[in-house]
């Protein structure tokens, strides 16, 4: 795909007296003809301008309570999902702390 002209050219001799090189070859010229017949270009001459005008209004864009207060706290760089990991994280082990507290039991005494 990326060889040389010279490479080409050895490449169909070769082909010349091998079936196998020959057919692979012919396959693999039908295939790039169909290719090239298939793409299609759009002309898009404001491509670039629309992209940097969305880029601006996003960057001037108010943060959201969440971004906010990630922001307040410190994690602003960390990905959302990893926030919200350490959340259910620190959830689950607040529920396990109180389903494992020691709870003595009372001394009953007969009386």
């Known amino acids: ?9 050895a490449l169909e001799l070769h082909a010349m007296n091998c079936p ?6 012919r396959i693999w010229k039908s295939m790039s003809t169909a ?3 298939l793409r299609r270009e759009w002309e898009t001459p404001y491509l670039w301008t629309k992209i940097e005008r969305g880029l601006a209004e996003q960057m001037t ?18 990905p959302r999902q990893a926030v919200a990991a350490l959340l259910v994280l620190a959830l689950v082990l607040a529920r396990l702390g109180r389903f494992f507290t020691f709870h003595p039991v009372p001394d009953v005494q007969s009386s």
């Open 1 to 9: 795909m990326d060889g040389s002209a010279v490479e080409w050219t």
């Open 20 to 25: 196998e090189c020959a057919e692979e070859l």
């Open 35 to 37: 290719a090239s017949e």
């Open 61 to 78: 864009e108010k943060p959201s309570r969440f971004q906010a207060w990630l922001n307040a706290i410190g994690l602003a760089s960390v």
